[in-house]
């Protein structure tokens, strides 16, 4: 069983710094990739920040220069650190990993349950 587990939300002023965490246990053949997501009420799911196993970063534009994206995907570990925060980013944040569970299962994503994240002016 393949479980994603975020933490490190919480309250924060605008200005201010988080750091988010994201553990994926269970057995596992192969983590492709991982990254975050944030959902804010009433929008749609968006990309924040991705990694891959080759170490290859990927960043949405709202968060480009201010949020870093960090881990080992070998130790099925990553991390976000959210710096310079808005009130704008304020959002669940869901961490998903890209996952071969094993060789006879196709490959596919696995969520988290989200920590919140609220950023006040």
């Known amino acids: 069983q393949v479980q994603v587990v975020e933490s490190g939300g919480g309250f924060v002023q605008a200005g201010g710094s988080l750091r988010l965490s994201c553990a994926v246990s269970?057995?596992?053949?192969?983590?492709?990739?991982m990254g975050w997501y944030c959902q804010a009420p009433g929008k749609r799911r968006e990309l924040v920040a991705t990694?891959?196993?080759?170490?290859?970063?990927f960043y949405g534009d709202s968060v480009r220069g201010r949020f870093t994206i960090s881990g080992d995907i070998a130790k099925k570990m990553v991390y976000l650190q959210m710096n310079s925060l808005k009130p704008e980013d304020t959002a669940v944040y869901f961490c998903?990993?890209?996952?071969?569970?094993?060789?006879?299962?196709?490959?596919?994503?696995?969520w988290g349950q989200g920590t919140q994240v609220t950023v006040s002016s």
């Open positions: 990694i891959t196993g080759g170490g290859y970063t």
């Open positions: 269970g057995l596992i053949v192969i983590i492709f990739s």
């Open positions: 998903k990993a890209v996952i071969r569970p094993s060789a006879l299962r196709p490959i596919k994503d696995y």
